[in-house]
Nanobody, 124 residues
Framework: QVQLVESGGGLVQAGEALRLSCVAS????????IAWFRRAPGKEREFVSA????????AYAESVKGRFAISRDNAKNEVFLQMNSLRPEDTAVYYC?????????????????WGQGTQVTVSS
């Protein structure tokens, strides 16, 4: 099994940037697809981005394309989400999650492991 620990959230003003980190540990964490989801206040959790185990395939929600970038360092078992040009509507708890495939990336049920979440708050 895999354990995921998130960090990097905080309070920023609109237009600023944050970089989130998800560190994976356990059994062969480098073979898993890692995704970021977020839950805004009063909303359901939604897909943000995903990256395949090889780091060559990525996916983004339409709302973050051109602003967010996902990457991974398999030597450190760490995945990053660089969030630029943040908007108040990006305010949410951000979660990382892991699945053993690279399919149905926006479906929560595909992911076997989840982190605890990290709060991102963007003020206007």
């Amino acid at each position: 099994q895999v354990q995921l620990v998130e960090s990097g959230g905080g309070l920023v003003q609109a237009g600023e940037a944050l970089r989130l980190s998800c560190v994976a540990s356990g059994k062969t964490p480098e073979i898993y697809t890692i995704a970021w989801f977020r839950r805004a206040p009063g909303k359901e959790r939604e897909f943000v981005s995903a990256i395949k185990w090889n780091g060559q395939n990525t996916a983004y929600a339409e709302s973050v394309k051109g602003r967010f970038a996902i990457s991974r360092d398999n030597a450190k078992n760490e995945v990053f989400l660089q969030m630029n040009s943040l908007r108040p509507e990006d305010t949410a708890v951000y979660y990382c999650a892991a699945q053993e495939y690279y399919t149905e990336l926006d479906s929560e049920v595909m992911y076997d492991y989840w982190g605890q979440g990290t709060q991102v708050t963007v003020s206007s």
